[in-house]
T-cell receptor, first 114, second 114 residues
Framework: DTEVTQTPKHLVMGMTNKKSLKCEQHMGHRAMYWYKQKAKKPPELMFVYSYEKLSINESVPSRFSPECPNSSLLNLHLHALQPEDSALYLC?????????????FGSGTQLSVL | EDQVTQSPEALRLQEGESSSLNCSYTVSGLRGLFWYRQDPGKGPEFLFTLYSAGEEKEKERLKATLTKKESFLHITAPKPEDSATYLCAVHLHRSNSGNTPLVFGKGTRLSVIA
């Protein structure tokens, strides 16, 4: 199994809603990532978890709250988002988080904030 | 300042018309340059990792090369199914935090016309 699975594929939410994005991998990877991608722009790193501990937070607003319940799961909790937060949210994983490792990406969650 | 720059921004080719995409970088202590392919609405798909100047890797119609300042992705006799955005990425060293997140260039949008 070389897949990173993200749910849901599409999400529409209001600015007062609370929702969560989910990501799962069963490759035994110990590093997991959240990226945000706006249309026709490259992915931008948001968070990195290494061995279930948050190792990088790229100054992301607190309305985005990551969680790594175990080595296979990664969540992104969303609360009080703004319309400009509408984007494709990508989850990725790698073996251990070393610099020479390739990342495996999921297909993403397309988020629209109304 | 560490950075990665891709050119051209967009490229339109006739089927069978070979060409090259460029990724130039200014990174201290390169620990790998990565090429990914991304189809619309999907996550990036890993293609190659290059570690040292002079290294080359091939996969079907794609060949990636690396020098001390840039990488090229050569596409030989492309087909319409090669149409996608091609992204290169490097780890950037953050001296103030010690973090080295994987950062993507802006990508080249390739269209291959039958």
């Amino acid at each position: 199994d070389t897949e990173v699975t993200q749910t849901p594929k599409h999400l529409v939410m209001g600015m007062t809603n609370k929702k969560s994005l989910k990501c799962e991998q069963h490759m035994g990877h110990r590093a997991m990532y959240w990226y945000k991608q706006k249309a026709k722009k490259p992915p931008e790193l948001m968070f990195v978890y290494s061995y279930e501990k948050l190792s990088i937070n790229e100054s992301v607003p607190s309305r985005f709250s990551p969680e790594c319940p175990n080595s296979s799961l990664l969540n992104l909790h969303l609360h009080a988002l703004q319309p400009e937060d509408s984007a494709l949210y990508l989850c990725a994983s790698s073996l251990a988080g070393a610099q020479d490792e390739k990342l495996f990406f999921g297909s993403g969650t397309q988020l629209s904030v109304l | 300042e560490d950075q990665v720059t891709q050119s051209p921004e967009a490229l339109r080719l006739q089927e069978g018309e070979s060409s090259s995409l460029n990724c130039s970088y200014t990174v201290s202590g390169l620990r790998g340059l990565f090429w990914y392919r991304q189809d619309p609405g999907k996550g990036p798909e890993f293609l190659f990792t290059l570690y040292s100047a002079g290294e080359e890797k091939e996969k079907e119609r794609l060949k990636a090369t690396l020098t001390k300042k840039e990488s090229f992705l050569h596409i030989t006799a492309p087909k319409p199914e090669d149409s996608a955005t091609y992204l290169c990425a490097v780890h950037l060293h953050r001296s103030n935090s010690g973090n080295t997140p994987l950062v993507f260039g802006k990508g080249t949008r390739l269209s291959v016309i039958a």
